[in-house]
């Protein structure tokens, strides 16, 4: 069956460290991987996309890795703050048609001061 | 913000009762996805509608069924609720080109639907 397996433990971390999010899936053919962040109350905000044929990528603090042999993605959070405190999802396009996106469960980041 | 709002914010209905959720997306954006939220978990992908026609359902029984209008606004009606119906309910716009895939998707701040 087809899985995405986020952590579905908080990660607490000190702030000023680097956070590492995993997201894991099975039995998927994801074009693109995209990241969003989601509030207590709000909806998903988008944070990256990275393609099947890319390995990284990059946007201020943050960092995506994709890896379609392990069928992994690794999200960082380098120089962590307490306001990126939130839970932080990863989806997957299988780019079928119909552009949707399939969402693990995600994983709740406390960043402590 | 993404320029994406619903309505209502909250919403109390009871079982057997059918509601209608409204979303007015991004200003250009020709796609609306609806997902589905419950407490704890990751958003479902219930149906998503392209130039106003359905362009592909996740699975969701009948009794979810919606619109598209060209004024950029949607709406996700509900028959029959169940109290399982009781999530978030969002609504996401995009943009989206040909057969490509990678669209960015903005998500509007939800609608909390509580079925008692």
């Known amino acids: 069956s087809q899985k995405i397996e986020q952590n579905s433990e908080a990660l607490n971390i000190q702030e000023g460290k680097t956070a590492t999010l995993t997201c894991n899936y099975t039995?998927?053919?994801?074009?693109?991987l995209q990241w969003y962040r989601q509030d207590p109350g709000r909806g998903p905000v988008f944070l990256l996309l990275?393609?099947?044929?890319?390995k990284e990528k990059r946007k201020e603090r943050l960092k995506v890795t994709f890896d379609t042999t392990l069928k992994q993605s690794l999200f960082h959070i380098t120089a962590s703050q307490p306001a990126d405190s939130a839970t932080y999802l990863c989806a997957l396009d299988e780019q079928t048609g119909r552009r949707a996106l399939t969402f693990g469960s995600g994983t709740r980041l406390q960043v402590q001061p | 913000e993404t320029g994406v709002t619903q309505s209502p914010t909250h919403l109390i209905k009871t079982r057997g009762q059918q509601v209608t959720l409204r979303c007015s997306s991004q200003s250009g954006h020709n796609t609306v996805s609806w997902y589905q939220q419950a407490l704890g978990q990751g958003p479902q992908f219930i149906f998503q509608y392209y130039r106003e026609e359905e362009n592909g359902r996740g699975n969701f029984p009948p009794r979810f069924s919606g619109l598209q209008f060209p004024n950029y606004s949607s709406e996700l009606n509900v028959n029959a609720l169940e109290l399982d119906d009781s999530a978030l309910y969002l609504c996401a716009s995009s943009f989206s080109t040909g057969t490509s895939g990678g669209d960015t998707q903005y998500f509007g701040p939800g609608t909390r639907l509580t079925v008692l």
């Open positions: 990275i393609r099947e044929n890319e």
């Open positions: 039995n998927y053919s994801p074009a693109y």
